[in-house]
């Protein structure tokens, strides 16, 4: 069984940080890319970052300079460091694990950045 949990969200004031995990399990992790996508209320899902299983990274624009991506692969786990958070960073955050036939989505963590 495939499992796909992401931790780490909370309450932030702007120009605070979090550190959000995403652990995979039923995988071969270090063979899938990772992603994150956000998406806040009234508004579509976009992109945020991604890491391939080769550790090629990808940011939106919006978040370069403030976003980090990263993996462990000992620890089955993608990680999003975000500083300089700002109010219309808001979102639940979802992780992706994609692999060469399925993809697999976590449930989410809401992210909220309010004074």
């Known amino acids: 069984q495939v499992q796909v949990v992401e931790s780490g969200g909370g309450l932030v004031q702007p120009g605070g940080s979090l550190r959000l995990s995403c652990a995979a399990s039923g995988v071969i992790f270090s063979l899938y890319g990772m992603v994150w996508y956000r998406q806040a209320p009234g508004k579509q899902r976009e992109l945020v970052a991604s890491?391939?299983?080769?550790?090629?990274?990808n940011y939106q624009d919006y978040v370069k300079g403030r976003f980090t991506i990263s993996r462990d692969n000992a620890k089955n786990t993608v990680y999003l460091q975000m500083n300089s958070l700002k109010p219309e960073d808001t979102a639940v955050y979802y992780c992706?694990?994609?692999?060469?036939?399925?993809?697999?989505w976590g449930q989410g963590t809401q992210v909220t950045v309010s004074s």
């Open positions: 890491i391939t299983s080769g550790g090629r990274i």
């Open positions: 992706n694990a994609v692999g060469p036939r399925n993809n697999y």
